[in-house]
């Protein structure tokens, strides 16, 4: 299953690669760890979207454990196990012990949540789950009708009411009917939205309260879906998304057209939650559980 995912990744991940190529390249050469050899681990961390944090503690590490000592394969192993465990993080949702599972998409405008939720929703499905949809976008008629698509053609239940319709209404319904179906697993799209939008941040709170009342414990994921191709600028936004929505994971979307894929690592340091996806394209099957170990595998191989 893993070289399965670190075929399919690789293929996604072609231009962050191409940047981690020039770093897996330091390893390569002769010589010993030394300032030179340190000042240009950090220069190459830091290209590679890793971010100033997680650059300066890697570095910090590798200084203390092989100052003076001959470059070899070792230092390349200790610095991709550093990678890893930036990443380490519990992985899949989290499900609802009882009654349906509720699954909150959110964030900025055109950063991907649509378009992950129909691959999510097919994902679920593939593993057996039913899944209600609500399209909880209600501002723009479009929107619905884009998420309609998707859910025809995945085969999934979808709740959606007029343009200017209350989002919480529809989540509320959505709610109602997973459960009156027995059906485990509702997912909820969103607007886009800036952390600035009061009103809109508003919107979503209310959202959730809605969910929280049909479902005990819901919603049981709240998935921030950041744009990519953003790199550093998507952890500034989602440090201030997250600090007005609690959110427990992220989804990093278009790593595919992107070489800003490291940013994955500054992402995961500064805000402390998990990526639990990753968009790697623009299909239904464009989705992957995020796993660590295979994601930095991926990277330098
Ligand atoms: N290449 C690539 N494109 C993606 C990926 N995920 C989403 N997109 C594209 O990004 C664009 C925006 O996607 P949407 O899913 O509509 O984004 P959204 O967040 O729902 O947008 P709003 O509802 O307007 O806020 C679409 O053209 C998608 O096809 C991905 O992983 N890779
Ligand atoms: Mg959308």
Same mark, same amino acid.
């Not at 909880?136 to 319709?165: H, N």
């Not at 009156?180 to 600035?196: C, E, S």
């Not at 959202?207 to 500034?236: C, F, M, S, Y």
């Given at each position: 299953?893993?070289?399965?995912?670190?075929?399919?990744?690789?293929?996604?991940?072609?231009?962050?690669?191409?940047?981690?190529?020039?770093?897996?390249?330091?390893?390569?050469?002769?010589?010993?760890?030394?300032?030179?050899?340190?000042?240009?681990?950090?220069?190459?961390?830091?290209?590679?979207?890793?971010?100033?944090?997680?650059?300066? $503690?890697?570095?910090?590490?590798?200084?203390?454990?092989?100052? $003076?000592?001959?470059?070899?394969?070792?230092?390349?192993?200790?610095?991709?196990?550093?990678?890893?465990?930036?990443?380490?993080?519990?992985?899949?949702?989290?499900?609802?012990?009882?009654?349906?599972?509720?699954?909150?998409?959110?964030?900025?405008?055109?950063?991907?949540?649509?378009?992950?939720?129909?691959?999510?929703?097919?994902?679920?499905?593939?593993?057996?789950?039913?899944?209600?949809?609500?399209?909880?976008?209600?501002?723009?008629?479009?929107?619905?009708?884009?998420?309609?698509?998707?859910?025809?053609?995945?085969?999934?239940?979808?709740?959606?009411?007029?343009?200017?319709?209350?989002?919480?209404?529809?989540?509320?319904?959505?709610?109602?009917?997973?459960?009156?179906?027995?059906?485990?697993?509702?997912?909820?799209?969103?607007?886009?939205?800036?952390?600035?939008?009061?009103?809109?941040?508003?919107?979503?709170?209310?959202?959730?309260?809605?969910?929280?009342?049909?479902?005990?414990?819901?919603?049981?994921?709240?998935? =921030?879906?950041?744009?990519?191709?953003?790199?550093?600028?998507?952890?500034?936004?989602?440090?201030?998304?997250?600090?007005?929505?609690?959110?427990?994971?992220?989804?990093?979307?278009?790593?595919?057209?992107?070489?800003?894929?490291?940013?994955?690592?500054?992402?995961?340091?500064? =805000?402390?939650?998990?990526?639990?996806?990753?968009?790697?394209?623009?299909?239904?099957?464009?989705?992957?559980?995020?796993?660590?170990?295979?994601?930095?595998?991926?990277?330098?191989?």
């Amino acid at each position: 299953m893993l070289k399965g995912f670190i075929e399919k990744i690789k293929k996604g991940l072609a231009k962050t690669r191409a940047v981690f190529g020039g770093l897996a390249g330091l390893f390569t050469g002769r010589g010993r760890v030394d300032e030179d050899f340190l000042t240009e681990l950090e220069k190459r961390l830091y290209l590679a979207d890793v971010g100033t944090q997680a650059t300066a $503690d890697i570095v910090a590490r590798v200084r203390q454990s092989f100052l $003076d000592k001959e470059v070899t394969g070792d230092v390349r192993t200790f610095v991709q196990g550093q990678l890893r465990e930036l990443l380490a993080a519990p992985a899949g949702i989290q499900r609802a012990p009882a009654g349906p599972t509720v699954i909150l998409i959110a964030g900025v405008n055109g950063s991907g949540k649509t378009t992950t939720i129909a691959k999510l929703a097919k994902k679920l499905k593939d593993d057996g789950h039913q899944i209600t949809v609500a399209a909880c976008d209600t501002f723009r008629a479009a929107a619905v009708d884009q998420l309609a698509v998707w859910c025809e053609r995945i085969g999934c239940d979808i709740v959606r009411a007029q343009p200017g319709s209350d989002p919480a209404s529809v989540a509320h319904d959505a709610c109602e009917k997973a459960r009156a179906r027995g059906w485990d697993t509702v997912i909820v799209d969103t607007a886009g939205r800036l952390h600035t939008q009061a009103h809109l941040m508003r919107e979503l709170e209310k959202i959730r309260r809605v969910l929280a009342k049909q479902v005990e414990g819901a919603p049981h994921e709240v998935l =921030l879906v950041l744009d990519g191709t953003t790199g550093q600028n998507a952890i500034a936004q989602a440090q201030m998304f997250t600090q007005s929505v609690q959110c427990t994971g992220i989804v990093l979307t278009k790593l595919d057209g992107t070489a800003k894929g490291g940013a994955i690592f500054a992402i995961k340091n500064k =805000l402390g939650l998990p990526v639990k996806y990753i968009g790697v394209g623009e299909t239904l099957d464009d989705l992957e559980p995020f796993d660590p170990d295979s994601f930095v595998a991926a990277l330098f191989e």
